[in-house]
């Protein structure tokens, strides 16, 4: 699977985990270079906080387009800091 944004690969890898219609890529796979933290907290029932980055590349942000779980709740244990995307970011396999 791939993570695409802006004609940059985001993200690549074959272990991705999907939760509820998201794609969650290991940490490892991910061009952190292409992400900037943002401020952005949410807070899922039985996930736990989350924690938005901005993707940023070529000049262009996309704001709050990806999110972690740096502590989750025991029944998300496995996505533990794995990054999933949206807000226009495509997902291929």
């Known amino acids: 699977m791939k993570a695409l944004w802006n004609n940059a690969v985001i993200a690549d890898s074959d272990e991705v985990i999907k939760v509820e219609g998201n794609c ?3 940490p490892a ?3 952190t ?3 900037r ?3 952005t907290h949410t807070v899922c029932p039985w996930k736990g906080q989350a924690s938005y ?3 940023v590349v070529n000049g262009a ?3 709050d387009a990806a999110w972690y779980y740096p ?3 025991e029944k998300a244990s496995s996505i533990k800091n794995y990054i999933a995307f949206w807000k226009g970011v495509e997902i291929t396999a």
């Open 37 to 39: 933290e943002s401020a």
């Open 71 to 73: 502590e989750p709740k």
């Open 33 to 35: 270079e292409f992400l």
């Open 53 to 55: 980055c901005d993707i």
């Open 61 to 63: 942000t996309n704001p």
């Open 29 to 31: 796979s991910v061009h």
């Open 24 to 26: 969650y890529f290991p």
